[in-house]
Every structure is written in structure tokens, then in C-alpha cells.
């Protein structure tokens, strides 16, 4: 199946040997969408990268900004203000509100609900965006954040038009699970589909929603304590079984989480700089070294791993794509189904083609 | 937790035959790690996954690295006697030293079940460049590595031994290369424009020196915006 | 009769019309795109067929699975060289008379990632392009407002005489070749006959 196949989630192929309808061998086949983000930062500067990040997972731009502010931080040793930590964590948020809200869509999409789920929730995406857009300038591709601190400071009009937002969010997401988590084609074709043990998921790497949905608890936002994260009252959900319909429930249960950390951080969000004053943007050579950075982003583990060799450009500018690693186990999960619910599996599992490839 | 250093001890002591050497990282943040060599670092690796004071049981990140051979210059000040018995001259004396390039995978190794935050890391390095690059692989140890080791081989070219199905994973199976080493010259096929990256552009009219307006330069002789049939714009890419 | 005659007419309830007219009219409002999508401008693209910006206003919201039932090709996001093969495929399984939109600037000319080595430097070296919409992403209203300049180069087009329209003309190929996997690059890099790359004379 693919590149071009309607339902694979942008330019994914895969190679499916078939026994009638059940599967005995599936193998993905990457690099259609290898844009050679590794390479081209290595002849840039640390800051003329930030905006590739965004083209990375091009949901969430605004979690992949942070990855990297993170790890140049730790590369130059820069610290945050307390401002623009908060906003981090709300940009962070809403980021994940888009790509769960999305991701369920897109979900339906795969079980055949011909786009009506995405049509509700592209209509709270475009909200959200244009918050972003207001904010940043651009609606996807925000490059919002910096090493040491963020672009803009939001208005307090852009914050009360947010925090209303944020507070009608539950009202979509009632809306939404009334729709679709009793759904009878949902329960048939979702639960027991595409198990996953916790034991395999840790050994391949799995990290994110899929992880916990196989009953993990560890969620970097607990377990790092990444920016102020620690500061928050939030629960992690965890599954039980580890199929795709505790994958769908994860997403939806981590909204409602994320809609809780918002609120309090529109409570709590203080007031000062949002940028660290030593910090250099323009011209910014650490020194010689290493470091790397990671973050609890939407997919899971989003790291950057940067080596400095003292010039301005990286000498070496790795990315940890959550979606390229959360697929190993593809094959493992598809085995013995049908065709049509590697389909759903696929979906469950949440990947954009920029990152898997980058 | 226990640190780098002593981990590296526990190590030495439980596996007497290998070497576990001690990378230091100068910069701000303070990720050390260790370097195993190719023959025990599956050993190790294993060890590590299920002892139980590390439990390094997730592998997040794998990552090639490349450093190509480096001319190093040494400056050593010699005195030279004078033969006609005056005072001894001090000279400056220059040698070159080779130091050979090799490849490099690096392992960032986290705990799930313990929960550690700050990771450990492994280095594994080839012997050079050209022809011995295999280092065993670590996927049998963590499957995570699966990918991302096929990945390397791909752009840098190190054969991970042991590998359940080492293929290339982003570029086409006919590729030649491999693209991320830092020597590799990509093909030279986008038209001279002002782009904030002129240093690609720089180093590719470096690889490429045509007569021709390639890169932008017209040609003597030649009326600009015109195509000499012997010159033309799109010339098939000269491989080095 | 010219064109403020019959708007003449028009005012009097009269509508007079030619074969070419109604047959431009009736293709231009029900452009069938191809279901296709290759990197972030393809989000766009859907949020162009959501409730907000609604594509169907312009008749064009029946995206095909399929390129035999399609007629119009958006390249919606970076085209890389292993893509590349695959894209000409497509378009030469579309049925003529077809058209292609290059959306956004990596289809158009590699866009921010021109200098990668994976990365094809524009959608027109293999395939005819009629519209380009610039942007990184387009917003959903550019693809809007380029899928309205493709209609109105529709309804210009003529079915007959001198200035005949591409696809209804004898020598037009239709189908292209498709590029190898080549041991260091595509082969061709380019197609030919289309592309010619332009060069840009600096001044001494």
C-alpha cells in the first residue's frame, strides 16, 4: 500500500504479504517525505533551524520549538524565565489539544466515518490556530519559541480570548466522545485490535500515548519535570489493555488533562521578562560539546541531540522522531489482522511523515 | 543513582577482558559517557539492560556521527646549534600528523522502570572511514535501535553486525552514497540564487569548477542569458 | 457579437451562450482533485475542505482516491527525489484534459529545503504546472484563490482554431517519462523538454 494511498497518513508505504485477508508479513518503507532537515542545519545556524522544526511534525510546531530550545539551552547553558515558561507549557498544551483532537479525525477517517469527526474537530483546530496566529504570525508554522525564552509576549486580550477558549474546550470534547466513544463500529473494529504488551513497548522504544495505553506510567512531563511541569496538578491515564481503542481513549483523556494544566497555568501565569538576557540569538556559538534535550510532545519523546564543535553551525543536529520509533513495532501489531485494521492501527498510532522522515 | 565513573568501574570489574573508556563532554551540560569497544559492547549492552541498580531498559536515541580525518599541525620549538658558534637559533619546527577519521554511533540509554532522568550514554567507534566500519548491532538488546541503526547505515554507512534486516531506510536501495558524512557532495542540481545559505553554494562551486554560468558567472565571451550549445546549463553532475 | 452586446442581452433576460462556453463552465465548477497528499501543505489543503474554508463552494470538494477519476493534481508539500517517480506516475494515470496546481514553495522550487540532497527543486521539472500558489504553508484561502485562477484558465481555454487548448491538441504528450533511481541522483534529473533552468546573468 502507498505512497499515495488515501488512507496512510501522507507518503507511507507498506509491504503486505497476505494470506486471504490476514497478515503474515508487513514491511514499511520510509524516505518519500526525507527532506534532509539533519543536513541542512548542519550548514546553518542555531537559530536559522528553529523554523525547520516547525516543518518537522507540522501539527505541532510549537512542541517541536521547545525540543530544541531545550536542547540549545542545555547546549549553552541558558536559563528561562519564569514568563515565558508558562507560556511554553500553554503553547505546549494547546499544541497537544490540536493534535489529539486531529488525530481522532483522522482515526475515524481510517474506520471509514468518511471525514465527519474531522470536520468537528478541524473546527476547534482553527480556533486554536488562530490564537497561534495572532500570536506568532503564522497559523501552522508558528517558530515561536526561543533558546532562552519565547518571540512575543501575548496581550491580555490574547490571553482572555485563550482562556475562553480553554474553558468551552470540554463542551467539544463532551460533544465529541457522545459521537463517537460508544460508537458501535468504533468498539467492534478498535477493541482487541493491535494489542501491544508494556514489556515489548519499552524494549522498542514506544514512548507517548501508545506507551501508556499499554499501561506504562511514564510520561516525561512527570518523570523530567520539563519546564514547570512539576508546578501542575495533572493525572496521567494509563490503559489497561494496550489495543487501539485504549490508544483513541488516551488521546481523549489526555485533553481533558491538558485543559485542567491550561487553566491553571492561565491562573497562575506570572508576570516579568520572557527572555533570558544573556541570551544570543543571532551569532550564538556554545561551546564545544554536547547535549541532549527532550520533551514529552504530543507523539511521544521528541529529543534533539546537538554536538557543538565551537563554530556557529551545529557540527551535529540529530532529531529523535517519536513517530519513526513508535512504528517498529507495526508489524509485531498487524500480525494476524486484516488488512483493513492495519489501517486503523496505523492511524492509532499517530505518525506525520515529516517527522518519521524528516 | 550512581555516577558515570563508577558504573565504568562496576563495568571494568564484572567484564576484566573489555575496555570501557570515559568520554568526557566539555560543554555546558553534563552528559558524559562511555566508550565500549565493538567486541564486548553487545555484552555490556545486555548487562546493562537487566542489572538491576542501572536497568537501562529503553534506548531512546541512536545516532551516527562522522568525523572525517583531521590534519593536525604541531608546532614544536627545536634550538639548532649554530655551526658557525654563535648563540642557538630557535626554530620553529612543523609536523604534520594525519589523525584518521572514524565513524561513530552513539546510544542514549534511559531507565523506564527507575525512572532516571538524566541518561546514559554509549559510544561505539568504527576503526576508520573506508573499509572497517561494522560495529555489532544492538537491536537484538533494544528493538528501539531497529530503525535507527538501519538509518545510519543509510547516511553514513556503518554495517551494524547482527542486524535482523539492515537495508536502507530513506534513500532508494540503488543509492550509492552516504549522504549525512561530511565529505559527501550532493548533486548539483538548483540554480545560483541569493539565499541566506550561500555557504552551500560556496562549497559546491568549490567542488564544481565549470566555466559556465552554473553558479551565476557568465562565461567570457558569452552574452549573459544565453546557452552555448557546448556549455550548457544542465550538464550531467561530474562525480568525484 | 461582442461581449458588451450580449451583456446587453443578458440585461434583458436573454442569455446567449456557445458550445465552448457551457462545456468551459460546466469543467471549471466540478474539478475533481486528486486525494494526495505529500507533506504540511497537505493539512492545509484539508483544512481548505473543513466547514471554515469549504471548498465546495467552488465545486471542487469531491477529493478522488483514485488518479483515473481525477482532473486536477494539487502537489501539496515538498516533493523528494524518491517521491518524484511516483508523482509522474500519477499524473500520467490522470485522465486529460488535467491540470496541477504546485502548492506551496517547496512544490514550486524546493521552497526551504531546496539544498537538500533528497530534495526535488520544483515540481516543474517533470510535470506541466498552471498554478503556482506561493507560501509556506499556503493559507487555505491562497489555495482557494489559485483554484479560481485555475477555473478562470479554464473557462478561457478554446476548443477550436489557433490557440486550441493543450489537452485537445494533437502533438501534446499527455504522458511523461517517469525518472529512475539513479546510483547518485535521478535519472534524468530533469525532463527536458520541460524544464530548462533559468539562469540569472549577475552584472560584473
Not at chain 1, 519559541?145 to 480553554?166: I, T
Amino acid at each position: 500500500m502507498g505512497p499515495q494511498h488515501p488512507s496512510t497518513h501522507g507518503v507511507f508505504r507498506m509491504i503486505v504479504t497476505l494470506d486471504g485477508e490476514r497478515i503474515v508479513k508487513l514491511k514499511p518503507v520510509f524516505g518519500y517525505l526525507h527532506r534532509n532537515h539533519e543536513k541542512i542545519a548542519e550548514s546553518t545556524s542555531y537559530l536559522a533551524s528553529m523554523p525547520y522544526t516547525d516543518r518537522l511534525d507540522y501539527l505541532c510546531s510549537m512542541t517541536n520549538n521547545w525540543a530544541y530550545a531545550l536542547a540549545v539551552e542545555k547546549l549553552g547553558g541558558l536559563t528561562v524565565p519564569d514568563r515565558a515558561q508558562y507560556l511554553r507549557v500553554i503553547m505546549a498544551e494547546l499544541t497537544r489539544l490540536v493534535n489529539h483532537s486531529c488525530l481522532v479525525g483522522f482515526l475515524f477517517n481510517d474506520l471509514g466515518t468518511s471525514f465527519t469527526p474531522l470536520l468537528y474537530a478541524f473546527r476547534e483546530r482553527e480556533k486554536i490556530l488562530d490564537l497561534f496566529e495572532a500570536l506568532s504570525g503564522s497559523r501552522m508554522m508558528c517558530n515561536y519559541q526561543r533558546f532562552g525564552g519565547c518571540r512575543v509576549d501575548p496581550s491580555p486580550e490574547w490571553l482572555a480570548a485563550a482562556k475562553a477558549l480553554v474553558d468551552n474546550f470540554p463542551r467539544f470534547l463532551d460533544e465529541y466522545e457522545t459521537m463517537l466513544t460508544g460508537n458501535e463500529i468504533m468498539l467492534a473494529r478498535t477493541q482487541g485490535v493491535g494489542r501491544l504488551s508494556a514489556a515489548d513497548a519499552i524494549n522498542a522504544g514506544i514512548t507517548g500515548p501508545i506507551l501508556r495505553a499499554s499501561g506504562v506510567d511514564y510520561d516525561l512531563r512527570k518523570v523530567d519535570g520539563t519546564g514547570f511541569y512539576p508546578r501542575f496538578d495533572f493525572r496521567v491515564p494509563l490503559g489497561a489493555h494496550g489495543d487501539t481503542y485504549d490508544r483513541y481513549m488516551m488521546r481523549i483523556l489526555e485533553m481533558r488533562e491538558s485543559v485542567k494544566i491550561l487553566q491553571q497555568a492561565f491562573r497562575d501565569l506570572p508576570a516579568g521578562p520572557i527572555m533570558d538576557p544573556k541570551a544570543k540569538l543571532r551569532g550564538f556559538r556554545p561551546k564545544a560539546g554536547e547535549a541532549y534535550g527532550r520533551l514529552e510532545g504530543p507523539k511521544g519523546e521528541l529529543g534533539f541531540y546537538l554536538v557543538s564543535d565551537g563554530s556557529p553551525n551545529p557540527y551535529r543536529y540529530r532529531v529523535r522522531p517519536p513517530s519513526l520509533i513508535n512504528l517498529t513495532l507495526l508489524e509485531d501489531m498487524c500480525l494476524g489482522h486484516t488488512i483493513a485494521d492495519s489501517v486503523v492501527i496505523l492511524g492509532s498510532i499517530d505518525i506525520v511523515l515529516g517527522e518519521v522522515d524528516r | 543513582m550512581e555516577s558515570l565513573e563508577q558504573l565504568r568501574d562496576r563495568l571494568l570489574t564484572r567484564f576484566p577482558a573489555a575496555k570501557v573508556e570515559l568520554v568526557l563532554n566539555p560543554g555546558a551540560s553534563p552528559e558524559h559517557s562511555l566508550l565500549l569497544e565493538a567486541a564486548s559492547a553487545r555484552e555490556i549492552a545486555l548487562f546493562l539492560r537487566d542489572d538491576p541498580f542501572v536497568k537501562l531498559d529503553y534506548c531512546s536515541n541512536v545516532t551516527g556521527l562522522d568525523w572525517p580525518d583531521k590534519e593536525i599541525i604541531e608546532t614544536k620549538k627545536v634550538s639548532v646549534p649554530d655551526p658557525a658558534g654563535g648563540p642557538a637559533k630557535v626554530v620553529e619546527e612543523k609536523t604534520k600528523r594525519l589523525q584518521p577519521g572514524y565513524l561513530e554511533a552513539v546510544y542514549h540509554l534511559y531507565s523506564m522502570a527507575l525512572k532516571s532522568t538524566a541518561p546514559v550514554i554509549l559510544r561505539l567507534r568504527t576503526v576508520n572511514r573506508s573499509d572497517q566500519v561494522t560495529l555489532p548491532s544492538l537491536t537484538p538488546v533494544w528493538r528501539s535501535a531497529d530503525f535507527q541503526e538501519r538509518e545510519i547505515y543509510d547516511l553514513y554507512g556503518i554495517i551494524f553486525e547482527g542486524h535482523p534486516d539492515l537495508r536502507r531506510l530513506l534513500m532508494w536501495d540503488g543509492f550509492k552514497d552516504h549522504p549525512m558524512r561530511k565529505d559527501y557532495v550532493a548533486p548539483d542540481d538548483f540554480e545560483w540564487e541569493p539565499t541566506p545559505h550561500g555557504v552551500v553554494h560556496e562549497r559546491a562551486k568549490a567542488h564544481y569548477p565549470l566555466p559556465g554560468d552554473r553558479l551565476g558567472q557568465t562565461p567570457a565571451g558569452q552574452q549573459p542569458g544565453t546557452v552555448s550549445p557546448a556549455n550548457p546549463t544542465t550538464q550531467p553532475e561530474a562525480k568525484p | 457579437m461582442s461581449d458588451a452586446e450580449r451583456e446587453d442581452l443578458r440585461r434583458h433576460g436573454i442569455l446567449l451562450t456557445s458550445l465552448e462556453e457551457l462545456y468551459n463552465w460546466g469543467r471549471s465548477n466540478s474539478i475533481w482533485p486528486l486525494q494526495f497528499g505529500l507533506a504540511c501543505c497537505a493539512i492545509e489543503m484539508i483544512a481548505a475542505a473543513t466547514a471554515r474554508f469549504d471548498i465546495a463552494r467552488f465545486g471542487a470538494e469531491i477529493f478522488r482516491p483514485s488518479p483515473r477519476q481525477a482532473d486536477l493534481m494539487i502537489v501539496s508539500g515538498t516533493v523528494t527525489k524518491k517521491m518524484a517517480p511516483l508523482v509522474v506516475r500519477l499524473w500520467n494515470q490522470m485522465p486529460e484534459p488535467k491540470y496541477c496546481i504546485a502548492m506551496g514553495a517547496c512544490a514550486i522550487s524546493g521552497g526551504p529545503f531546496k539544498q537538500g540532497y533528497n530534495v526535488l527543486k520544483g515540481i516543474d521539472r517533470f510535470i506541466p504546472v498552471d498554478i503556482y500558489i506561493p507560501g509556506c504553508p499556503p493559507r487555505p484561502e491562497a489555495l482557494l484563490h489559485g483554484l479560481t485562477q485555475l477555473q478562470e484558465k479554464i473557462k478561457a481555454e478554446r476548443l477550436a482554431g489557433p490557440d486550441t487548448a493543450r489537452h485537445l491538441r494533437p502533438e501534446n504528450p499527455g504522458e511523461f517519462p517517469i525518472p529512475d533511481y539513479g546510483a547518485h541522483d535521478l535519472q534524468p534529473p530533469n525532463n527536458p523538454a520541460l524544464f530548462s533552468p533559468p539562469s540569472l546573468p549577475r552584472k560584473p
